[in-house]
């Protein structure tokens, strides 16, 4: 089965933007993704520097898996091949998945994302979750041009 592609909130620089903690829910097997372009520019190539991902308290712990390149099903839900050693699309990825548990008592923040460790060969980022399927998560864009 595919993902789901998961809503990005972008932020604004010297504003503020209201936003609600309901952006979507980890209820999902198959996963989501964030898709491969800025929401504000409409940038074909996505910059992981820009985005954090904010996983509100759950009902009980749970696990999320930010994939490395190669790693996990693709946007179709078509397993995929690692391309390390050999072929690799981004170097990075050889470092393998980011596994981040999140608890019942506190809020957690993941990202922003430093290298391209976590870009797919279609330019997404994939997520999974393990545990518990009630966490509530947001994708925030930060409105900063990353130099």
């Known amino acids: 089965m595919a993902r789901t592609a998961a ?3 972008t932020l604004v620089r010297d504003s503020s933007v209201a936003v609600s903690p309901t952006g979507g829910t980890a209820a999902t097997a198959t996963g989501h993704y964030i ?3 800025s929401t504000a520019t ?3 190539v996505l910059d992981a520097r820009k985005f954090i991902i ?3 308290a759950a009902s009980t712990a749970g696990t999320l898996t930010v994939r490395a390149t190669g790693s996990g099903s693709n946007v179709a839900g078509v397993a ?3 391309p390390y050693p050999s072929n690799a699309v981004f170097t990075q990825g050889s470092v393998g998945d980011l596994s981040v548990v999140y ?3 506190v809020a957690t923040i993941v990202g922003p994302f430093t290298s391209d460790r976590f870009l797919q060969t279609d330019g997404n ?3 999974d979750w393990a545990g518990d ?3 509530v998560f947001n994708v925030y864009e930060l409105p900063f041009v990353v130099v």
């Open 35 to 37: 898709l491969g372009a």
């Open 103 to 105: 608890s019942t008592a």
């Open 42 to 44: 409409g940038a074909a």
């Open 80 to 82: 995929q091949t690692s």
């Open 133 to 135: 399927q009630s966490a």
């Open 7 to 9: 809503s990005v909130t």
């Open 54 to 56: 904010s996983i509100g």
């Open 125 to 127: 980022i994939y997520l």
